[in-house]
């Protein structure tokens, strides 16, 4: 594999922030068929963490601005792997809650996973952190993947990838500029008094909800597009009654929510860096009707699909590649606070695979993945499918937003709406 970090990698380390940390997260509760001690799983977790080649390597900078991924010396899994323990939901959430807000340290491997035993059930959990800069969401899947039982054999190492040109052609130039267009049409004034937008330095919390997957098929068989349509429904339905109470989703209200979009191959295979770009969807929150939005996002979708991640502000991702690393390095830290220019929130869907996985044995029950929150923003939400299960989860700083009871019934209250609106008419399944 490439030992060079591409400029995306760099920019997500410049703009690296203690009040907004750009690191990928995941809370993982595992049910073990006998009650199981912490240090045994961390024991188990450090083994198979010093098999994986990137988790033993730091970046480390050049004066130009460049970086590169160098063998940590002093490395040990130990140093990365801690242990907790909790007792009852509420202190689980403030756990993982205070875990996430807290950065990586950038000096050693950009990663920590810790172990959380007291939940309900005999039930533990893995809090796993991955700085952006080390992977995406989907090749974050596939490091993980390799610290299950059994299915981590299977994984192949990605092959050698070869060095990109710093060398612009000429197409490379017309391609820039016709990204850079397209970013630069799509931003606009920042949103003044937007309940989604926040200068707020108030902690953080994470917060977890989980769904039926067969009502989300049922919802799609009756209204068609795809689950992520549904679930990005489901979505625009919570923020409405959220912004409701906050007077702020009159009938033409949006909320601008960036997609992202994988640009690896299905494999995974490839550099271990970021291969995204994204969608830029107006969620119609101030629509009423629950299918109606559906339609709309529907849409949307296809009509981003059709045009390519090349087209609007989703495509910063890719522009930002092309973007000589110092340039990131002395513009980065200013660009990060522009977000609201180019959207509100961040809504991604991380993919895992559908077969049983298991830790030591332990059967894996959840897996909710936690978006990094871009600063100005309120909220950042993720979603995951495992097996029969939805998992959905905020990381935001609103106080009403924050509560894990709010979350579970907007969403079933979304879900059941969609489940009772009539049919679509002269949509094609």
């Known amino acids: 594999m490439t030992d060079h970090l591409s400029p995306l990698d760099i920019a997500f380390l410049a703009m690296e922030g203690n009040a907004n940390p750009l690191h990928l997260g995941a809370v993982a509760t595992f049910a073990p068929p006998t009650p199981v001690h912490p240090a045994r799983i961390a024991a ?3 083994e198979r963490a010093q098999e994986i080649p990137r988790l033993r390597q730091r970046a480390r900078t050049s004066l130009l601005g460049g970086a590169r991924w160098v063998e940590d010396p002093g490395f040990a899994p130990e140093d990365h792997v801690f242990t907790h323990h909790v007792r009852g939901r509420d202190r689980f959430a403030t756990s993982v809650s205070h875990l996430m807000a807290q ?5 050693r491997p950009p990663w920590e996973l810790h172990v959380i035993t007291g939940l309900a059930g005999g039930r533990f959990a893995v809090v796993a952190k991955l700085h952006h800069s080390l992977c995406d969401g989907m090749k974050a899947v596939g490091l993980g993947l390799q610290l299950f039982d059994a299915s981590r054999l299977s994984i192949p190492d990605a092959p050698p990838q070869p060095s990109r ?6 197409r490379g130039i017309r391609d820039t500029i016709d990204i850079a267009s397209s970013v630069l049409m799509n931003t606009r004034p920042p949103t003044l008094n937007s309940p989604v937008l926040t200068s707020s330095t108030r902690p ?7 769904l039926d997957l067969a009502d989300v098929h049922r919802i799609r068989r009756t209204h068609g597009g795809t689950v992520n349509d549904v679930l990005l429904a489901l979505v625009t339905g919570a923020l409405r009654h959220w912004l409701s109470a906050h007077d702020s989703a009159g009938p033409s209200s949006v909320v601008r929510a960036l997609i992202p979009v994988n640009q ?4 995974g295979d490839g550099a271990s860096g970021n291969q995204i770009s994204g ?3 107006s969620l119609p929150v101030g629509c009423a009707d629950p299918a109606e939005r559906l339609r709309d996002i529907r849409s949307q979708m296809e009509t981003a699909k059709a045009a390519g991640p090349r087209q609007g502000a989703g495509a910063l991702p890719l522009l930002a590649d092309r973007v000589p690393p110092l340039v990131h390095r002395l513009a980065a830290p200013v660009m990060g606070r522009c977000a609201p220019l180019l959207f509100d929130t961040l809504v991604t869907s991380v993919p895992l695979p559908s077969v049983p996985l298991a830790l030591d044995g332990a059967a894996l029950c959840e897996m909710y993945p936690v978006a990094p929150v871009a600063p100005g923003h309120a909220v950042g939400i993720a979603l995951s499918v495992y097996r029969s299960s939805v998992h959905v989860c905020l990381n935001t700083n609103q106080s009403w937003m924050s509560d894990a009871q709010w979350l579970d019934s907007v969403l079933r209250r979304e879900v059941a709406s969609l489940q009772d609106a009539h049919e679509l ?5």
Request: aromatic content about 4%; overall charge positive.
């Open 44 to 46: 188990v977790l450090c």
């Open 103 to 107: 950065p990586l340290d950038l000096a």
């Open 165 to 170: 040109s710093m060398i612009p052609t000429l």
């Open 204 to 210: 953080r919390r994470v917060v977890m909800s989980r």
């Open 264 to 267: 690896r191959s299905r494999s």
């Open 279 to 281: 969608f830029l969807v």
């Open 425 to 429: 008419v002269g949509l094609p399944r």
